[in-house]
């Protein structure tokens, strides 16, 4: 078997890869561990797309996705934003846009060797039990060397580019705290907008707005000092009750979901404890320890929270979110200096001007940067090891406080299609 591209990662920046490289024509397989696609977009429960400035480029698959969302009620415009979605039917909806566009898939899968010579990938030897648009039957075991000419890394942690010794760059710092979102439903929307609106006039921090005479908003809340929190009275008295634990408070935020006026995403609760990545035992203590406090939190919300009082929690997350980990050694690394000076390139795959964002486990120590527009090298997703690989998502080659701001979802979908489009003008 043999692709022009072999995508390993079907999350925001490998989908956004696979649905570009195949409708321009390449021969494409895209290989996902999970038993779905999305990753942080839909096993992440990650909503909603946030805006990243308006002269963004490489955004053909993210304009499809947002056309084929709205087709199925599963998307919404609010405040300017259109990345609102539903991450349940985004799963569907993801899997017919690959398909649809010639993508070979497969699922529960995984690399389990490669073939190298000096500088250049050859081949990948492929462990999988579910595959789409190659074989129907989920009895056989896949496992044979396929070729390409191009591989892209998008595992977010890096596992293809950790297996096959690529040099990587340093962590000088503690990884950001990890999250593990959830969602509750059975809430009265209305109920909780109206009274929201009124008890938080900071629009820095709360938004509201109806849309088809439903209401669509976010909040926010952390247990940071330095800034003034409408909710603070509500959790502070939470704790003294111990109905939440004082870390349960270091970070609280949500959404509405798009074409689902009863229910709302959480973007919480952040786990402060530093865990393994790698390890499997590690990652089940961090859902365990995720489950507890989103317990606590759904309980919060019935009790404090007017419109909340039959909410209850109705999904969570598969996976953790992972903020940052492993990035990538490559041809260009980009830094916190080229960001905020704005530095332009000659072949850009992303313009955006989201801000740094480092979140924190201590107090007061999290920080939000607002900047100008800035642009991002194809260089930056291109292995220094090896000639044939690409990197596209968090795990891209910038520093540590670059990278807080290049690792939004608007972003990813931005370095996908734009490695596509450079395999493509390789190749042709």
Known sequence: MYYDVIIIGGGTAGCSCAYNCAKLGLKTLL??????????MTGG??????????????????????AEMKRVNGQVTYQNNPGWFDPIK???????????????????????????KINKILSVNINSIHTDNISHDLN?????????????????????SDKINCNFLENKNEFPPISFRFIM??????????????????????????????????????????????????????????????????????????????????NCPRLLESYNFEDESDIFIAK?????????????????????????????????GIRAYRRIKGKYVYTIEDLRCGKKFDNPVLISNYPVDIHSKDKNSSALEMTGEYQLPIESLMSADYDNLFVAGRGLSADEMAQGALRVQSSCFSMGEGVAKYINEILT
């Open 45 to 66: 429960l990650v909503v909603p797309v946030m805006k990243s400035g308006d002269n963004q480029i490489n955004t053909d698959f993210y304009n499809a996705l947002i």
């Open 90 to 116: 985004l799963k569907s909806v993801l899997h017919k846009m690959l398909i649809n566009n010639n993508v070979d898939i497969l699922l529960n899968s995984n690399v389990e060797s490669v073939k190298l």
């Open 288 to 320: 365990r320890r995720g489950a507890e406090a989103i317990s606590r939190i759904a309980r919060f919300c019935n009790i404090y929270l007017p419109g909340f009082e039959n909410a209850y929690v109705s999904e969570i997350a598969d996976i953790i």
């Open 185 to 266: 439903s059975g809430i009265d929307n209305n109920k909780f907008a109206d009274w929201i609106y009124n008890f938080d006039y900071d629009i820095d921090v709360t938004t509201v707005e109806y849309i088809n005479s439903e209401a669509y908003f976010s909040t926010a809340y952390t247990w940071d000092t330095d800034k003034h929190w409408a909710l603070a009275p509500l959790f502070e008295d939470a704790v003294s009750k111990n109905i939440l634990k004082d870390t349960d408070r270091n970070y609280f935020q949500i959404f509405s979901i798009a074409g689902s006026p009863q229910s709302v995403a959480f």
């Open 31 to 40: 290989v996902e561990k999970e038993n779905y696609l999305g990753g942080t």
């Open 140 to 160: 056989n075991i896949l496992s044979v060397y396929i070729d390409a000419k191009y591989f892209v890394d998008a595992t977010g942690n890096l596992n293809f």
